[in-house]
């Protein structure tokens, strides 16, 4: 049985906001519960089969646990997900801005005050249904203009969970790279490295002895990152290979192919068109697969290797005394997003957003049981 949440635990005053835990049900059994604080997935429950729930997403069981622990454990990571490489942010005219940085030189999943680190607005709850807004804005990170966020989240009867946001451009000309980074674990608990994944992706993002990309692409053929065809994770991550050891296991971001699945794209009235399929994860002794769909180009594949089995950080909620050290590999992230670094890498297509213009995005993550 998945386990019970505290509303109460997620409720306090913080930053002047407040915090509290919504949670979302679908009619099909699938049950979603979401913080305002970093608009986080705190459970992510889907039906076993027999009449109860088992939580496939890793996380507290409070809203202390998310102030002390894994910094992205289930947030929206924006304005920029992923590294800047030195904190730089390459302008459109070509000229350098420099940003604050929070991950050694580098500036990282949004800063020191990226959306992880912040209280979204509640605009609306519905029982299967949740909108929050937040506007980023210079002061917070340093790149120039605000966006104005608005994020819906809806469960539907097909056992998904959609995040489609619609963003605004203010005062100047911005970029945007929003991404979820919930760590799943379709078994339930232990490690992630028996489930087997599949990503329509022939290319993937070489990394430079700093852990930011090279601005290269590579083909995946012969490599860890090539899951053409569904593969387990401890195979790839068991593959000699040098970009491995740069990023300490498999965190590299993968370039989606065109679109070629004969699979139906989930639909919500609020998903934005162009979602494809990013991911396919199963597990083998349940049977339970998880789908995940993006409007994104591609997606930060990251197998869990900074779950270290510290009690300061990675003691999560679990059922019985003590709760669930996390080993490396309990969970793993699928991350669709923009080009890594892409500001500052010539090649790399990057979209900066006039004032006044919209843009929308999608991630979906679809469940299927056996």
């Known amino acids: 049985m998945a386990y019970t949440l505290s509303r109460e635990a997620f409720q306090r005053d913080l930053h002047g906001q407040r915090t509290d835990l919504f949670t979302l049900h679908g009619t099909g059994g699938l049950q979603v519960a979401v913080s305002n604080y970093g608009a986080r997935l705190v459970q992510v429950a889907v039906p076993d089969g027999q009449g109860g729930l088992v939580d496939v997403a890793?996380?507290?069981?409070?809203?202390?646990?998310?102030?002390?622990?894994?910094?992205?454990?289930?947030?929206?990571?924006?304005?920029?997900?992923?590294?800047?490489?030195?904190?730089?942010?390459?302008?459109?005219?070509?000229?350098?801005?420099?940003?604050?940085?929070?991950?050694?030189?580098?500036?990282?999943?949004?800063?020191?005050?990226?959306?992880?680190?912040?209280?979204?607005?509640?605009?609306?709850?519905?029982?299967?249904?949740?909108?929050?807004?937040?506007?980023?804005?210079?002061?917070?990170?340093?790149v120039p203009g605000d966006v104005h966020v608005q994020l819906h989240l809806q469960v539907t009867a097909d056992n998904a969970l959609h995040m489609a946001w619609t963003a605004q451009a203010l005062r100047a000309p911005t970029v945007l790279n929003l991404t979820g980074h919930a760590f799943f674990n379709l078994a339930g608990r232990g490690s992630t490295h028996g489930h087997s994944l599949q990503v329509p992706a022939s290319r993937y993002v070489p990394l430079a002895a700093d852990v930011c990309p090279t601005g290269a692409l590579a083909g995946v053929p012969g490599t860890p990152f090539d899951f053409r065809q569904a593969r387990r994770v401890a195979d790839a991550i068991a593959t000699p290979h040098e970009q491995l050891a740069l990023a300490g296991g498999l965190d590299h971001?993968?370039?989606?192919?065109?679109?070629?699945?004969?699979?139906?794209?989930?639909?919500?009235?609020?998903?934005?068109?162009?979602?494809?399929?990013?991911?396919?994860?199963?597990?083998?002794?349940?049977?339970?697969?998880?789908?995940?769909?993006?409007?994104?180009?591609?997606?930060?594949?990251?197998?869990?290797?900074?779950?270290?089995?510290?009690?300061?950080?990675?003691?999560?909620?679990?059922?019985?005394?003590?709760g669930w050290l996390w080993q490396p590999g309990d969970g793993i992230c699928l991350e669709p997003m923009e080009y890594p670094d892409a500001?500052?890498?010539?090649?790399?297509?990057?979209?900066?957003?006039?004032?006044?213009?919209?843009?929308?995005?999608?991630?979906?993550?679809?469940?299927?049981?056996?």
């Not at 993006?294 to 594949?301: D, H, K, L, R, Y």
């Not at 090649?347 to 679809?366: D, K, M, N, S, T």
């Open 253 to 322: 971001y993968l370039v989606l192919d065109e679109p070629g699945t004969s699979r139906a794209a989930p639909a919500a009235s609020t998903t934005p068109p162009g979602l494809r399929l990013a991911a396919l994860l199963s597990e083998p002794v349940s049977g339970r697969a998880m789908e995940v769909w993006s409007t994104a180009p591609g997606v930060q594949v990251y197998a869990g290797h900074g779950l270290k089995a510290d009690p300061a950080r990675d003691l999560g909620r679990g059922e019985g005394p003590g």
């Open 343 to 370: 500001p500052n890498h010539r090649a790399f297509p990057v979209r900066w957003l006039a004032p006044g213009e919209e843009v929308q995005g999608a991630i979906v993550y679809r469940f299927l049981s056996p």
């Open 58 to 142: 890793l996380g507290y069981d409070s809203l202390q646990g998310y102030l002390d622990g894994q910094l992205s454990m289930g947030a929206l990571i924006g304005r920029w997900a992923g590294r800047l490489r030195a904190g730089t942010l390459t302008l459109s005219d070509g000229s350098h801005l420099q940003l604050p940085t929070n991950s050694g030189p580098h500036h990282h999943h949004g800063g020191p005050r990226g959306s992880r680190f912040q209280v979204f607005a509640v605009d609306g709850v519905q029982a299967d249904a949740l909108t929050l807004s937040h506007t980023f804005r210079t002061e917070d990170d340093g």
